[in-house]
């Protein structure tokens, strides 16, 4: 099986939880070994970070998961005390590039090669204060206004011009900002610039017992918070050796799914929006609307929040709840396919969906696209089918792909997971184990801990470090956005410029998960 | 019997300027019953310009000139061009001052100055909005001229005034020439009102717009007499197309109760037309920007159609 045959210098350790993930430490040399065979193997990076770990005498850390085969594969660099320095990723694994950055904005780790622009970084620290260091000061004096000088790259030429979009936009959505070089109406190129939501949240969740920091993690991302905190929940129980009773995680993957629905309809509505269809808008906004007052009713809070915690879930269903969330799936069932016809109907919509913010395979695959947007453009990878913990393996999830790439087949793949998502509902609805819904979690004993759920979007990890003697920790969370976010850039080459906003919207990605 | 004649005028101007509104609201409220929302009721953009009324604006200090006297011109424009359109009657001292082709100049006047504010502060949206509106203006204005010389061909005057009489006159004829114009018309009124499939009014995201692009640097009473105006032209232009294709019922004599007819006829075409205009808004999505010029294409073949049957062969 490819990626198991392991480097023979390498000391690979298990890692406790449901994962079929196994850890080492490696040097500068067999990091970058490792990497390019992963990546020749099509292995996918899930997360590259850092941590301080100089309490502990190790200095800084570098971290990288790579997903290769179902295997995951979480290796550790030490990058040294005073200047710490790692061999880039960025050249086998091009969505490394923005987290290589954001590792020197937070942590001062450099890596030898690549942009060494800011990119979480607006003004906000002195140029040697780094945020995520054990020795930064929480309410250091802030660094006057945000630097205009950051250097976009420009396109020069005849009739070229700029528009420049965000932070602040003309609606109520998250800020962003999006430097577009067009000729008329036509896209040259486009680059992002995020980070504008900083809250230090990464900080916060060290300063925070293991136990108590899933409320924080659930707040990371509101859309996600099912899979947020069921990520963070997994990763503490697998450093406390937590046994996590079977009711509790079929009621998590309720969730998780009942979370995926819900977004889905509320993307599908918006697409409609921006497509011109208020109509649809209207019709997907309502059904999203019941959907969480069901939420609100069954688990008292609209999106979810605080209902997974470390140890099991919060509340729990009699049957009552159970036939009701098994008759709301029918409903929705009939009601989505009903519009699904209408909008696969609409020639105007269509047109506008058709082949618009098109996305290969060859360039989801070399630019590692995860999770929705890599199923949209023919790329099968779905955690709940390749690394599938209780109650997926039994479950056996279907995943839906399209092989088109444009926004019209992202529409498709959201339809298709709400079917599913339905039917994985009814099932684990028919089939959810008698017992407890939750367990005590001791306090936590090991020194390494992931977790990883399938969201909406795709894979959210949680990985925790322990310095077990010291009593200090680092959990990274980590949200498919920095793997998707460089796609966009690339897709929306030659579109025009009213087609981004819709473009923008088939990916929905997010800016707050992805700036902790 | 001059001051009777100018009475009438000005009584068909402030019901111009007070009714505009309300069919904005009226259209929003149709498009809200269509798409299963309660809406905001008929009098919300008259609560929304009061609001903005009352709003201190701000101008952004790189505006010339050019930049405040803007909405002051285009409102100005609309309420002349609502002037010249024998909406209610045919009696107007104005409406014989211009004929069609001038009425045509007169929104391309209050186009070009919204254009021209729009670049001069020289933001990104405002250049881009600027340059789709003349896109979309310079495809939309021949074949509104089009869509004119058919009644014009068949009535012999590209006076509206005469139009209307002819017409009228000639009781309810179907001329299939009149029929593509109306076809033509309806299509140029979208485009020429920011409305769906071709712009967005709904819209907040800034980079689809094309009417709200030109004008997201106006604030308070600039910003009310720009969305006023906007109101008063699409009142006219469907002013316009009742008099080219339902001219019935604008009075021909000048008696009260003829008046008082024809002012309820006229609303009741508004109506028909403002629920017609959210029907197909809430039908049609937005066309990709680079199909507009093929969409307006096809209203100025319609009106070409059209014009080439009744000078060919009468109809």
Redesign the interface.
């Known amino acids: 099986m490819p990626c198991d045959d392991l480097h023979p210098d390498t000391a690979w350790a298990r890692l406790p939880g449901p994962l079929p993930a196994a850890h080492a430490w490696v040097d500068g040399k067999s990091w970058r070994a490792l990497a390019a065979r992963w990546r020749t193997e099509d292995g996918q990076l899930a997360a590259l970070w850092g941590s301080d770990e100089r309490p502990a005498g190790i200095g800084f850390v570098v971290h990288a998961i790579v997903i290769c085969g179902g295997a995951w594969r979480w290796m550790s660099l030490a990058a040294g005390h005073d200047d710490p320095r790692f061999p880039a990723l960025s050249e086998l694994f091009p969505e490394a590039a923005r987290q290589e950055r954001a590792l020197f904005d937070l942590l001062g780790i450099s890596c030898d090669v690549g942009d060494t622009r800011p990119w979480l970084r607006h003004e906000a620290w002195g140029s040697t204060d780094f945020p995520l260091r054990r020795d930064f000061a929480e309410g250091a004096p802030k660094v006057g206004p945000a630097d205009p000088s950051y250097p976009f790259i420009p396109v020069r030429g005849s009739g070229v011009?700029?528009?420049?979009?965000g932070p602040i936009?003309?609606?109520?959505i998250e800020p962003g900002h999006f430097r577009f070089s067009v000729v008329?109406?036509e896209i040259l190129r486009l680059e992002e610039r995020l980070g504008y939501t900083h809250k230090g949240v990464a900080k916060r969740l060290e300063g925070l017992p293991l136990a108590e920091g899933g409320r924080l993690a659930g707040r990371i991302c509101a859309d996600s918070t099912a899979a947020y905190a069921g990520a963070y929940a997994m990763a503490v129980e697998a450093v406390s050796a937590c046994t996590v009773p079977p009711r509790a995680l079929w009621l998590r993957a309720l969730l998780w799914e009942r979370e995926r629905i819900a977004n889905h309809l509320g993307d599908i509505g918006a697409l409609c929006q921006?497509?011109?269809?208020?109509?649809g808008?209207?019709?997907f906004g309502?059904l999203k609307e019941r959907w969480l007052q069901t939420h609100r009713q069954l688990f008292g809070h609209r999106y979810l929040m605080d209902m997974i915690i470390p140890g099991g879930v919060a509340g729990d269903l009699d049957l009552a709840a159970v036939a009701l969330l098994d008759g709301e799936c029918t409903t929705l069932l009939q009601a989505t396919r009903s519009l699904q016809n209408i909008i696969d109907d609409?020639a105007?919509?269509q047109?506008?969906f058709l082949g618009t913010g098109r996305l290969d395979e060859t360039q989801a695959r070399a630019l590692g696209a995860a999770g929705l947007i890599a199923r949209a453009s023919g790329i099968g990878r779905d955690l709940r089918v390749f690394s599938p913990s209780p109650p997926y393996d039994t479950l056996k999830a279907r995943i839906a792909t399209r092989a088109e790439g444009d926004v019209a087949a992202r529409v498709a793949i959201r339809f298709d997971e709400i079917y599913e998502s339905l039917r994985l509902i009814r099932a684990i609805l028919a089939a959810l184990p008698d017992g407890p819904a939750r367990v005590p979690c001791g306090p936590p004993c090991g020194v390494l801990g992931l977790g990883a759920v399938e969201g909406w979007r795709g894979p959210v990890l949680a990985a925790v470090t322990r310095a077990p003697g010291l009593g200090s920790h680092h959990v990274h969370m980590h949200d498919p956005s920095w793997q998707n976010w460089p796609l966009l850039e690339r897709v929306v080459l030659g579109e025009?410029?009213?087609?981004?906003?819709l473009i923008n919207k088939s990916f929905n990605l997010a800016y707050s998960g992805h700036d902790l | 019997m001059i001051a009777h004649l100018f009475m009438r005028q000005g009584v068909q101007i402030l019901f111009v300027l007070a009714m505009a509104p309300l069919l904005a609201g009226w259209v929003r409220q149709c498009?809200a019953w269509?798409?299963?929302?309660a809406g905001a009721g008929l009098l919300q953009p008259y609560r929304e310009l009061l609001r903005l009324l009352r709003k201190q604006p701000v101008v952004p200090h790189e505006a010339s000139a050019l930049f405040v006297a803007t909405p002051y011109i285009v409102f100005t424009t609309m309420v002349v061009a609502s002037a010249l359109v024998p909406m209610i009657t045919i009696h107007l001292p104005l409406a014989g001052a211009a004929d069609a082709v001038v009425l045509a100049g007169v929104f391309s006047l209050a186009r070009i100055f919204a254009a021209l504010a729009a670049m001069d502060l020289g933001t990104?949206?405002g250049s881009?909005g600027a340059?789709?509106a003349m896109l979309v203006g310079f495809l939309a204005e021949p074949a509104l001229l089009m869509v004119l010389f058919t009644p014009a061909l068949i009535s012999g005057s590209t006076s509206l005034v005469v139009i209307v009489r002819q017409l009228a006159r000639h009781g309810v004829i179907l001329y299939p020439s009149m029929a593509f114009a109306a076809v033509a018309y309806v299509m140029v009124t979208l485009a020429e009102n920011a409305r769906?499939?071709v712009d967005?009014p709904?819209t907040?995201?800034?980079?689809?717009m094309i009417h709200?692009a030109l004008n997201?640097e106006y604030s308070g009473r600039y910003l009310a007499l720009i969305e006023w105006g906007a109101a008063i032209k699409l009142f006219v232009y469907i002013g316009i197309g009742a008099a080219l294709f339902f001219p019935w019922g604008i009075a021909q004599g000048t008696s009260s109760a003829g008046l008082a007819i024809a002012y309820a006829l006229f609303s009741a075409k508004l109506a028909t037309a403002g629920a017609g205009l959210a029907v197909i808004?809430?039908v049609?999505?937005?066309?990709?920007?680079?199909?507009v010029p093929e969409f307006l294409g096809t209203a100025f073949l319609l009106a070409v159609l059209g014009l080439l049957m009744r000078y060919l062969f009468g109809h």
């Open positions: 011009h700029e528009i420049a979009v936009h003309a609606g109520t008329g109406d921006d497509g011109g269809l208020a109509f808008h209207t019709q309502l609409h105007g919509l047109e506008r025009l410029v009213p087609d981004f906003p | 498009r269509l798409a299963n929302r990104g949206f881009m340059r789709r769906l499939p967005n709904d907040h995201l800034e980079l689809t709200e997201l808004e809430t049609f999505a937005k066309l990709r920007l680079f199909r």
